[in-house]
Nanobody, 115 residues
Framework: QVQLVESGGGLVQPGGSLRLSCAASGSIFSIRPMGWYRQAQGKQRELVAF???????NYADSVKGRFTISRDNAKNTVYLQMNSLNSEDTAVYYC?????????WGQGTQVTVSS
C-alpha cells in the first residue's frame, strides 16, 4: 500500500501563486512516476503535470509556462509550483503515483482562485 498526503491548497487571488506538495509513503521501493491531476466542479479529472522517474516532465497546454512540477526523490515528494493563477485553475488537485500494477491517488486539495 502507498499513502499520499497533499498540502498547500487554499484561496488565492487571480495572478497569485501557490505551491502544492505531495508526500508518498508506504511500499515504495524505487523512484516512481508521479503527477498532479485536477477536477473542476462538473468537469472530468484532467492531467495537470507529470514527472517520470528519470525527471522528464509533461504539462497540460493550459498550464505550460505557469506551473512547474518538481520532485525530491529522497523524500518521495512531488511539488507543483503554480504561478499566474486564474479562475480556470480553480479545482480540486489530486496527487498520483504509479507503482507496478496500479496507481494511487491522494485525497485531493482544494485550490480556489478568486478576488
Amino acid at each position: 500500500q502507498v499513502q499520499l498526503v497533499e498540502s498547500g491548497g487554499g484561496l488565492v487571488q487571480p495572478g497569485g501563486s501557490l505551491r502544492l506538495s505531495c508526500a508518498a509513503s508506504g511500499s515504495i521501493f524505487s523512484i516512481r512516476p508521479m503527477g498532479w491531476y485536477r477536477q473542476a466542479q462538473g468537469k472530468q479529472r484532467e492531467l495537470v503535470a507529470f514527472v517520470e522517474k528519470l525527471g522528464s516532465t509533461n504539462y497540460a497546454d493550459s498550464v505550460k509556462g505557469r506551473f512547474t512540477i518538481s520532485r525530491d526523490n529522497a523524500k518521495n515528494t512531488v511539488y507543483l509550483q503554480m504561478n499566474s493563477l486564474n479562475s480556470e485553475d480553480t479545482a480540486v488537485y489530486y496527487c498520483y503515483i504509479q507503482t507496478p500494477g496500479r496507481g494511487y491517488w491522494g485525497q485531493g486539495t482544494q485550490v480556489t482562485v478568486s478576488s
